[in-house]
């Protein structure tokens, strides 16, 4: 079974819709999470962290649920440069990271 | 430079040839990753390491695989007798330890074996 698990997508919205997507983890033990952005051929880049009170950053809510082992992100009011692939990620106590296949977003005009 | 630098950016090489893939972490990062990216695909996971050490090396693929971190700082990842299968970005990704540290990428090693 794999450590972190994504739908690929693609998910094709128009500006301005509120897209989420989710990710569910296999090891009940994991510390920490985050989601990561990554552009065509560049690098992943952090995105935010994910608490289990939830956090916003601007239009960007991420939410933990430990129970089910699942984790979300909601982008509201979508732009043309959310275009990219959203990673779910996921951290052990050893400091291991283990990345989801990641989720395709394209925003249409 | 304040980021994680890799080096070569791009790498041709022909079938059963030897590489070598730099990565230099941020400085005061004692955690230091390999991961390998095929298109389509997140990160996979190769080893990390704590230091000199290896801390996990459970992903390298096969003994063909291996990677050093001799001082702590700069790692070097080696691939042996290359196949075309190993063709990929390489990243590298380095932390502070400690639970919550994000890791952070460099720009990544485009490896082409023809």
């Known amino acids: 079974r794999k450590e972190v698990e994504q739908d690929p997508g693609p998910f094709n919205v128009p500006e301005g819709a509120t897209v989420a997507f989710n990710c569910t983890y296999s090891?009940?033990?994991?510390?920490?999470f985050f989601w990561y952005r990554q552009d065509c051929r560049k690098e992943p880049k952090l995105l935010m962290s994910?608490?289990?009170s939830g956090n916003e950053d601007g239009r960007f809510t991420a939410q933990l649920n430990r129970a089910s082992q699942y984790i979300s992100l909601l982008i509201r009011d979508s732009k043309l440069s959310d275009s990219a692939t959203y990673l779910c990620v996921v951290a052990n106590t050893g400091n291991q990271f283990y990345f989801g296949t990641g989720t395709s977003l394209t925003v249409i005009p | 430079g304040a980021g994680v630098s890799q080096t070569p950016s791009n790498k041709v090489t022909e079938k059963g040839k030897y590489v070598e893939l730099r990565c230099d972490p941020i400085?005061?990062?004692?955690?230091l990753y390999w991961y390998r990216q095929s298109l389509g695909q997140g990160p996979e996971f190769l080893i990390y390491f704590q230091g000199t050490g290896a801390a996990d090396d459970s992903g390298l693929p096969n003994d063909r695989f291996f990677a050093v971190r001799p001082e702590g700082s700069v790692s070097t990842l080696k691939i042996q007798r290359t196949e075309r299968g190993d063709s990929a970005v390489y990243l590298c990704a380095s932390s502070l330890l400690g639970s919550g540290n994000t890791i952070y990428f460099g720009e990544g090693s485009w490896l082409t074996v023809v």
């Open positions: 090891n009940s033990a994991s510390q920490s």
């Open positions: 400085s005061g990062h004692t955690a």
């Open positions: 994910v608490y289990s």
